[in-house]
């Protein structure tokens, strides 16, 4: 099965065999490279290569990364231009991450695609929604955004706010759960 193939059927039921074995297998791919790129010292453009390799995009050389960083998939995370992820960041990408051109990560936020179903009967299924993070956002250290959540061009997100709605353009958001604070201006 191929990667393409793997990433589109990623969240659709049944999963077969085969599926699930890729799932694992790109699952410690992410890992593999995750501690390759968190256990030594690489220079800027050795970053880029590794973010490439583990996105399966190439990134461009106006990205900046300060590790460690974690992922538990890889696959699902499109990173635009200019963009900057602090240290310590955790991005859960199963159901997808796209972070916009210009966007600001602080330290140790979360991205979070992944839910699980609160019904015994459904023994905590997972379920998937991707994150969309807008251009020239800024997201505050210690902040979580949850799955499914939009964040609009120029935004700010709080440090420590937890994001469970979409996020107006131009404005900013902040506490538990996360509300809109002010308009910032256009």
């Known amino acids: 099965m191929n990667i393409e193939q793997v990433i589109r059927d990623f969240g659709k039921e049944p999963k077969t065999k085969e599926h699930s074995e890729s799932v694992l297998a790109l699952c410690q791919e992410a890992i593999r490279i ?13 970053i880029i290569n590794i973010m490439s390799e583990l996105t399966g995009k190439e990134v461009d050389p106006s990205f900046t990364l300060f590790p460690p960083f ?6 699902n995370i499109t990173i635009g231009k200019n963009v900057f992820i602090n240290s310590g960041c955790h991005f859960q990408d199963q159901g997808g991450i796209t972070i916009g051109d210009g966007s600001l990560i602080g330290h140790n936020v979360v991205l979070a695609t992944v839910n699980h179903a609160l019904e015994p009967e459904k023994n905590r299924t997972n379920s998937y929604a991707p994150i969309h993070i807008g251009e020239h956002v800024w997201i505050g250290s210690n902040a979580t955004i949850l799955a499914g959540v939009n964040i609009g061009q120029w935004a ?26 002010k308009r910032v201006n256009e």
């Open 70 to 75: 974690y992922t538990d998939f890889g696959k």
């Open 156 to 181: 700010v997100v709080a440090a420590g706010a937890v994001v469970t709605k979409d996020v107006p353009a131009y404005t900013v958001v902040g506490g538990v759960p996360a509300r809109v604070i």
């Open 34 to 46: 995750t501690m390759e790129l968190n256990t030594a010292y690489h220079k800027p453009e050795e």
